[in-house]
């Protein structure tokens, strides 16, 4: 008779199987934080006269920001959640460059003065779809507008199959320091699925071209839980991506939201990997990047060392906004272009999302906002909590909420899921500061969203949590 001797767990399986406990229990779709309340709770109270008010009354030494939306590509990748469509012919194109300086002229003339200006953000979409010309025309027209700084941070999202030359040589005229490129994964299947044909070959090319004019700075984005994603897979694409020395990569969890995305319908749900296995990726991920002496910052970027992400955390100077994390740390970021999203002390703006209803307004003379929410005391101190949680992870409510002028027992229905999440040992607490433990790092998401108060009441559908 043959024997089984039973074997007994390794500790790491042990390990294994707490965390994907951990995940089925904290499997709840939430917020990626870029914005507290976040979009789904902003109404059509706010409109173009309010934003008006809000930029008249900003102090004259507010520091700004600017972001420019290009709601354009020349394909459609399958996996893509951005606010974009196809569009190749010029006169389109063209048309939103001179709306975009309309728009400019609009927004300069209600602030009054020349501002100025610290960061400038183009994203999309990809902003090199708009033809090369243009695209010089609306930063000409910004800095005619705005004071930008001379060592302004002047950031471009490049999609690397479609940047011309002509492109290249406008955006080292354009004063261009930081570009990100969309990557993605370099795995062929994968590819196929989402759509989206991109060597590592190409993609070093492109990175060589942006240095060979002076574009050091060189983000990448990459995607875990695409479709037929594997652990070993991403690895071989993290190992592929270092290769081309970026100073940041931001990686970041496929959101499968076919019912906002109708095109995202297009990947069978059977190809996706579940949530234990998009855990594995991300952890396989952070750990190939750490082992190449990357930094991880908050949840899902890392950076060199030297890199000013790397060094803004280390400050605990990081901070989130819609492009996700930044060094920038203006009050006021002003969004240009169709569906673009501003922030202002007041509250939060979003532009027009069609095209057609944001040309209207500019071309009436009317800041083209659709929607927006006025931040009350008690929305400024969660949305600082969430903040320094998603940033530095850690973060003393008790504090905050008396700096903000609230009462903190106002923050008690944070309670239950700050008990649940601490005896899960994803928190730790001292006193009243919160801190989220190596453990809870990747749920970080879940423990911001104890704060939220929007999110219970709410009928949005967000991405899942991990
Ligand atoms: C606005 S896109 C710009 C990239 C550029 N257009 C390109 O194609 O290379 C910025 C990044 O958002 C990320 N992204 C887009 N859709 C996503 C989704 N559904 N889930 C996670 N990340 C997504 C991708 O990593 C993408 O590179």
């Known amino acids: 008779m043959i024997q089984i001797k039973a074997e ?4 790491e399986d042990i390990a294994r199987m707490d965390t994907i406990s951990l995940i089925a229990k904290y499997d709840r779709a939430v917020p990626r934080y870029t914005s507290y309340p976040t979009a789904p709770h902003f109404s059509t109270a706010i409109d173009g006269g309010v934003y008006a008010r809000w930029l008249r009354a900003l102090p004259e030494d507010a520091a700004l920001s600017l972001y420019l939306h290009v709601p354009f590509c020349a394909s459609l990748c399958r996996f893509c959640a951005c606010h974009t469509t196809v569009v190749n012919r010029p006169e389109p194109l063209e048309l939103y460059g001179i709306t975009l300086m309309a728009e400019i002229d609009l927004v300069a003339d209600v602030i009054g003065g020349h501002r100025a200006v610290r960061h400038i953000h183009w994203g999309g979409g990809t902003p090199t779809q708009l033809p090369a010309d243009t695209m010089l025309a609306v930063m000409r027209r910004l ?33 261009t320091n930081r570009v990100s490129l ?10 196929d699925a989402i759509n989206r044909h991109q060597s590592l070959a190409l993609t070093e090319d492109c990175a060589t071209r942006l240095r060979s004019v002076g574009i050091d700075a060189i983000n990448l984005d990459l995607i875990y839980g695409l479709p037929y994603q594997t652990t070993a897979g991403v690895i071989e694409t993290v190992r592929q991506a270092l290769g081309l020395k970026p100073s940041r990569a931001a990686v970041f969890g496929y959101a499968h939201v076919p019912w906002m995305k109708k095109h995202q319908a297009l990947i069978p749900d059977a190809s996706l990997p579940n949530t234990a296995e998009r855990f594995a990726q991300r952890q396989a991920i952070e750990a190939t990047f750490l082992a190449h002496g990357y930094t991880l910052i908050g949840l899902d970027h890392f950076a060199l060392p030297d890199d000013a992400l790397a060094q803004a955390a ?21 969004g240009l272009g169709a569906s673009s999203i501003g922030a202002v002390p007041q509250g939060y703006i979003q532009n027009h999302p069609g095209v057609p209803a944001w040309r209207d307004a500019v071309r009436d003379g009317v800041l083209p906002i659709a929607r927006g929410v006025a931040l009350t005391d008690a929305d400024r101190a969660r949305r600082a909590i969430i903040e320094q949680l998603m940033c530095h992870l850690t973060a003393n409510p008790f504090e905050i909420a008396a700096d903000s002028g609230i009462d903190p027992a106002d923050l008690a229905d944070a309670e239950p899921a700050l008990r649940n999440l601490e005896t899960d040992g ?3 607490r001292d006193g009243h500061r919160v801190t989220v433990t190596g453990r809870g790092r990747p749920f970080v998401r879940t423990i ?9 009441r709410g009928t949005a559908r967000h991405s899942v949590a991990v």
């Open 448 to 456: 911001a969203a104890a704060f939220d108060c929007y999110l219970a």
């Open 182 to 191: 969309g990557v993605q994964d370099f795995d062929p299947n994968v590819q």
């Open 143 to 175: 800095r005619a507008r705005f004071d930008v700084a001379p060592d302004a941070e002047i950031a471009v999202e490049i999609d690397p199959r479609t940047l011309g030359d002509d492109s290249l040589t406008v955006l080292a005229a354009m004063g």
């Open 8 to 11: 007994r767990p390794r500790t």
């Open 426 to 428: 994803l928190l730790e």
């Open 314 to 334: 280390a400050g605990s100077r990081l901070r989130r906004n819609f492009q996700g994390y930044t060094t920038d740390a203006a009050d006021v970021l002003i």
